[in-house]
């Protein structure tokens, strides 16, 4: 079955406590993304990547780190975690590039709370 | 700086009765608008793209089409399993090669029995 995996799905962590969220593609998709959707903000982009080694900033890259040293694979790095990181978070891949890119395959998502 | 609007936020019809959904964009260079469904806690789920300015795509109930400022979604007599919240997306070019992906805030639409 065709799926972008995420773990955790939820997670509560206090403040300062590095954290890593994975996700994981099974389609060979080369361009990978990820999300957070807050209320009333809509989906935002914190990083995305083109293929193996190229990654590049969204809207919202601080305080975030990301790697793409695999095709399948797109962890979420979140060195020191503030309240404010607080979120839900989506990972998405998909097999076009150029136009299409934005024919998304999400995950389930990953709720994070930072206490 | 792109701007994706949605309305209405939230929309609640009665089985049956069709309605239009709006997302007016103001983006420069756009290259495609995409439609999303999402169900509660779950991922948005890609419904369609659309390039240019009066193309259309239909998919059962649903049809989108696409002026140079907006996109609608037409829902023709909405069944309760159509509940969900609906996204849309422009995307376009960054001076170096890179994408740009911009979602609107969507709008959540119940559909009653």
């Known amino acids: 079955e065709a799926q972008v995996t995420q773990n955790p799905r939820y997670l509560i962590t206090v403040t300062g406590k590095k954290l890593t969220v994975t996700c994981s593609q099974n389609m060979n998709h080369e361009y990978m993304s990820w999300y957070r959707q807050d209320p009333g903000l809509g989906l935002r982009q914190i990083y995305y990547?083109?293929?193996?080694?190229?990654?590049d900033k969204g809207d919202v890259p601080e305080g975030y780190k990301v790697s793409r040293k695999e095709k399948r694979n797109f962890p979420l790095i979140l060195e020191s975690p503030s309240p404010n990181q607080t979120s839900l978070y989506f990972c998405?891949?998909?097999?076009?590039?150029?136009?299409?890119?934005?024919?998304?395959?999400f995950g389930e998502g990953s709720r994070l709370t930072v206490l | 700086e792109d701007q994706v609007t949605q309305s209405p936020e939230a929309l609640r019809l009665q089985e049956g009765e069709s309605s239009s959904l709006n997302c007016s964009y103001t983006v420069s260079g756009l290259r495609g608008l995409f439609w999303y469904r999402q169900d509660p806690g779950k991922g948005p789920e890609f419904l369609f793209t659309l390039y240019s300015a009066g193309e259309e795509k239909e998919k059962e109930r649903l049809k989108a089409t696409l002026t140079k400022k907006e996109s609608f979604l037409h829902i023709t007599a909405p069944k309760p399993e159509d509940s969900a919240t609906y996204l849309c997306a422009v995307h376009r070019l960054l001076t170096g090669g890179g994408n740009k992906l911009t979602f609107g805030t969507g709008t959540q639409l119940k559909v009653e029995l």
């Open positions: 998405a891949s998909s097999l076009f590039g150029g136009t299409r890119t934005g024919e998304l395959f």
């Open positions: 990547s083109m293929n193996v080694e190229v990654t």
